[in-house]
């Protein structure tokens, strides 16, 4: 089946740790892949996305993630997290229309609960 | 500029009961996505509309209707409330263009059903 997977449910680090959250999808042809952050009690919001050129694709935040064609992944990076980027991660991936049946729909992942302690 | 607003924020229904979310938006977005959201599963898709008057189905349309008379709002139904329905419930829109565009969001409605 199609899918988007989060293979990390929780991640706790401390401030200034890097973070690598991963993402795979399942998805064939060509696909738009995004990652949203919700912080607590507030709705999604979007980090970054990726639809074509430079596989390194640079978000707000100082947040980057690296599209890998061939690993079907596209995993979310920040060198130094800080105690604000304590929130949920979502990574969502736009496949081709034929596959979902049109619509510009988006099929998340199940997210990614991070902790960052002082 | 408001965005994507919903209504209301808070809800607590008996089983059995039904009510109405509203979802407007602004942006004159052709596309608007009803999800709900669930610890652990991330979030699914209710239904959708890619135009006034057209709607749907998403992943899990079962026990919901949906309804777009107007192209700014997307009103979710729920006809006779479930305890399974006991959700976060996110509307967003977005373009209708090919191009990655992602989604706009509400600030969510807390359902729970009793």
């Known amino acids: 089946a199609q899918s988007v997977s989060q293979h990390n449910h929780h991640v706790i680090l401390s401030e200034a740790a890097s973070l690598e959250l991963g993402c795979n999808y399942s998805?064939?042809?060509?696909?738009?892949l995004f990652w949203y952050v919700q912080y607590p009690g507030q709705h999604l919001q979007l980090l970054l996305k990726?639809?074509?050129?430079?596989?390194l694709v640079k978000g707000i935040k100082g947040f980057e993630a690296e599209f890998i064609k061939s690993k079907f992944s596209f995993n979310l990076r920040k060198p130094s997290v800080q105690w604000s980027d304590t929130a949920e991660y979502f990574c969502?991936?736009?496949?081709?229309?034929?596959?979902?049946?049109?619509?510009?729909?988006?099929?998340f992942g199940t997210g990614t609960q991070l902790k960052v302690e002082l | 500029n408001a965005g994507v607003t919903q209504t209301p924020k808070f809800r607590v229904l008996k089983t059995g009961q039904s009510m109405t979310l509203l979802c407007a938006q602004d942006m004159n977005h052709e596309y608007m996505y009803w999800y709900r959201q669930d610890p652990g599963m991330g979030l699914r898709l209710i239904h959708y509309s890619v135009g006034e008057g057209t709607t749907a189905k998403g992943e899990v349309p079962d026990g919901y209707n949906v309804s777009r008379l107007k192209k700014q709002n997307f009103l979710l139904g729920l006809e006779s409330a479930a305890p399974s329905q006991t959700s976060v419930y996110f509307c967003a829109s977005s373009y209708l263009s090919d191009g990655a565009y992602g989604y706009t969001f509400g600030s969510g409605t807390r359902l729970t059903v009793v």
């Open positions: 998805y064939g042809g060509t696909v738009n």
């Open positions: 990726y639809f074509s050129g430079d596989p």
């Open positions: 969502a991936v736009r496949a081709p229309p034929i596959l979902t049946g049109g619509g510009n729909k988006l099929t």
